[in-house]
């Protein structure tokens, strides 16, 4: 079975400081994996994926099979990035396994 | 714009009863789902569907059933609720083809059974 680990609970930032969330999943297969967002009040929403190597407001997450993590990484932390973070894993079968969220505040 | 609503934000029933929760989507997804998020647990699956009428379990289908009669709505129910169902629930959507594995969520109901 798959499973996700977030090992931080709570990260806090200042405004512009570099931030890291830090993701490590268990999986014999490939995965896809995901960055999901919940800012206050608004509803779960997906970040971004690996697949898509992308960068989603400033957020990119690099996976490293190796070290089978998928951390996700901004160089300049806004306030508007303060919310609540989950990293998450498909088999590839429509299913996601979450890991147990990361809370990021982001102070002035 | 995918939409994804939830009867109710906030429920609050005793111990016992039966209770029914909502979901409808309305981008016609294969897919639905419901989760149960806790503080420190993060979001765990109880049910899955992937058609009507078809269902599979979840991570914690203990003390749960679901029902989907039409391809937009998926029931997930409580049988008889217990204080340890408090929780927020969240239902999503998904598609089931081109590999795309992003999953629409709703807003959330937020339950408490005393």
């Known amino acids: 079975a798959q499973r996700v680990t977030q090992p931080e609970k709570l990260l806090s930032v200042f405004k512009g400081a570099p931030v890291e969330l830090k993701c490590n999943y268990s999986?014999?297969?490939?995965?896809?994996l995901f960055w999901y967002v919940q800012y206050s009040r608004q509803r779960l929403q997906l970040l971004l994926r690996?697949?898509s190597r992308e960068s989603i407001k400033g957020f990119t997450a690099d996976l490293n099979k190796g070290e089978t993590s998928f951390h996700l990484k901004k160089p300049f932390a806004q306030e508007e990035d303060s919310a609540m973070y989950y990293c998450?894993?498909?088999?590839?079968?429509?299913?996601?396994?979450f890991g147990a969220g990361t809370t990021v505040t982001v102070r002035a | 714009d995918v939409k994804v609503t939830q009867s109710s934000r906030y429920l609050v029933k005793r111990t016992g009863e039966k209770v029914f929760l909502e979901c409808v989507q309305d981008?016609?997804?294969?897919?639905m789902f419901w989760y149960r998020q806790d503080p420190g647990l993060g979001l765990r699956l109880i049910y899955f569907?992937?058609?009507?009428?078809?269902?599979e379990k979840g991570d914690i289908p203990e003390g749960y059933s679901v029902s989907r009669e039409k391809k937009e709505r998926f029931s997930l129910i409580l049988e008889s609720a217990s204080t340890n169902q408090t929780s927020m629930y969240l239902c999503?959507?998904?598609?089931?083809?081109?590999?795309?594995?992003?999953?629409?969520f709703g807003p959330g109901t937020r339950l408490t059974v005393t």
């Open positions: 999986y014999s297969g490939s995965p896809e």
């Open positions: 999503a959507s998904s598609l089931a083809y081109g590999g795309s594995y992003e999953q629409y």
């Open positions: 981008m016609d997804h294969e897919n």
């Open positions: 998450a894993l498909s088999p590839n079968d429509y299913k996601l396994s």
């Open positions: 569907s992937y058609d009507v009428k078809m269902k």
């Open positions: 690996h697949i």
